[in-house]
Nanobody, 115 residues
Framework: QVQLVESGGGLVQPGGSLRLSCAAS????????MGWYRQAPGKQRELVARITRGGTTNYADSVKGRFTISRDNAKNTVYLQMNSLKPEDTAVYYC?????????WGQGTQVAVSS
């Protein structure tokens, strides 16, 4: 059973930065499609960024140029570097792992952007 544990959330002022981490319990980072999703109050969960097995990355239009997804296979960890944060980035951020129909989620980490 794969477990994903997110960390790094918190309260930050607009324009600030945070780095989220997602640690996997098994050696899956290099074999699964790893993604970050977010869900704001009253809204549907949405894809923020994704990295494939081959290293291809995709981003939501709203975060392009500000967020960067990366992974460290040796540490079984995926990161989301978030720069130039805006109040509309406030949400619970979830780590996601997908492989041949299997989908796993972390418990989420809260990010709040406010002055």
């Amino acid at each position: 059973q794969v477990q994903l544990v997110e960390s790094g959330g918190g309260l930050v002022q607009p324009g600030g930065s945070l780095r989220l981490s997602c640690a996997a319990s098994l050696n899956i980072i290099s074999r699964y499609i790893m993604g970050w999703y977010r869900q704001a109050p009253g809204k549907q969960r949405e894809l923020v960024a994704r990295i494939t097995r081959g290293g291809t990355t995709n981003y939501a239009d709203s975060v392009k140029g500000r967020f960067t997804i990366s992974r460290d296979n040796a540490k079984n960890t995926v990161y989301l570097q978030m720069n130039s944060l805006k109040p509309e980035d406030t949400a619970v951020y979830y780590c996601n792992a997908e492989f041949v129909g299997l989908v796993y989620w972390g418990q989420g980490t809260q990010v709040a952007v406010s002055s």
